[in-house]
């Protein structure tokens, strides 16, 4: 309880000093944006969907400088990013606010929040340009938004359309909605050689993303479920490796799906490679079997052939692969029964491993 009064506190201290410092310094409106600062500090799956706004900054201001403030876990995801000249990692503290205030303050014509943290990186916008650019519905602070752009139909949109359709308020556009995830051809190499090491021939590993964070117990796959698919691979194809992925929160899920196998071996990669690593691991794998994670966004972005299985209450409209051949692609989305409407007590389990099974060979042929 006195710790929501102190946040309540807080939050409504500094909603006055910011009106006081916005009436005390008036925008100015530049001729054009020369320096662009763009905010993106989601998760992965987020920082992704925001690489085609940014493309669409760069294509339409070309001669633009364009930097990227992004959560210090995903900063890897902007590495080689043709379309950004410099990236600034931010983590939610009072220091890291500070420092990031003090390098960005008044450097810049326009400020772009795409996905990002709520309340605490609009101020940053607003102190790093008056110009601020965002969607004032999704944050506490509207009134730091100066070009506001709201969307009615924003949550039945497609994570990528959205943020494409916040930067087409400055008119930036792009032929390309692709998400951006750049592998060098030294990562792609190491994890070839990494699966090569381990007695796998790239292009006959399928990844398995075996989880994601555990928060929506309902959009999880069982670890029985993942298991029965690996023996039923092994039986259809034996020649397949199957490489289990994913981070240290599931690591147990991990040796449960090892303990429940009855004829398939699967090489455990989980928590032993990076994001980058992962990435590509996938640039270079056969094929990749995965739940609505961040890695299901990165498969995309490195086009790896993927089976995506999903909940319907964050149906493929707004995660599914976007701007792909959906050759490459099968979407198993879990809808409700006739006359029953989305909700927690559907999880993924009702999807069975047969089902998923045929999508892969579907792939792999």
């Given amino acids: 309880m006195l710790r929501q009064i102190l946040k309540t506190v807080v939050r409504t201290a500094v909603s006055l000093l910011f ?101 605490d990186i609009y101020p940053l916008a607003y102190l790093a340009s008056r110009n601020v650019l965002a969607n004032p519905h999704r944050t506490q602070m509207p009134f730091l938004v100066t070009r506001p752009h709201a969307d009615p139909r924003w949550r039945k949109r497609h994570g990528v359309e959205q943020m494409l359709d916040v930067v087409s308020e400055i008119g930036a556009k792009t032929s390309d909605p692709r998400l951006v995830l750049m592998i060098s051809d030294r990562e792609a190499s190491e994890a070839e050689q990494r699966l090569r090491s381990s007695g796998v021939d790239p292009r006959a590993a399928v990844a398995v993303q075996v989880g994601g964070s555990g928060r929506q117990y309902w959009r999880e796959w069982p670890a029985s479920s993942f298991a029965a698919l690996l023996d039923l691979l092994h039986a259809a194809r034996p020649e397949l490796t199957p490489i289990l992925i994913g981070g240290l929160n599931l690591r147990d899920k991990a040796c449960e ?109």
């Fill in 257 to 365: 799906i090892l303990r429940l196998c009855r004829k398939a071996a699967p090489l455990n990669f989980v928590n032993a490679t990076s994001l980058r690593q992962t990435a590509a691991l996938l640039s270079v794998a056969g094929a990749m079997v995965t739940t609505d994670t961040g890695i299901m966004h990165v498969g995309y972005a490195v086009g790896c052939p993927t089976v995506a299985i999903l909940h319907c209450s964050i149906p493929q409209t707004e995660v599914g692969p976007y701007g792909y051949d959906p050759k490459r692609y099968r979407i198993l989305e879990l809808r409700p029964p006739q006359g029953m409407d989305c909700s927690e007590s559907l999880t993924l389990a009702s999807i069975p491993p047969n089902l998923v099974l045929n999508a892969l060979l579907s792939l792999l042929t």
């Fill in 19 to 119: 009106r006081l410092y916005k009436r005390w310094w008036r925008p100015r409106s530049p001729a054009v944006f020369e320096r662009i600062l763009v905010f993106s500090t989601g998760g992965i799956g987020d920082t992704l969907s925001d690489t085609p706004a940014v493309r669409a900054v760069r294509q339409s201001f070309a001669d633009a400088r364009i930097e990227v403030v992004a959560d210090r876990r995903r900063a890897v995801i902007w590495e080689g990013n043709p379309d950004v000249a410099a990236v600034h990692t931010y983590r939610k503290s009072v220091l890291t606010f500070l420092r990031l205030a003090a390098a960005v303050r008044n450097r810049y014509d326009l400020s772009i929040v795409l996905r990002a943290n709520d309340p």
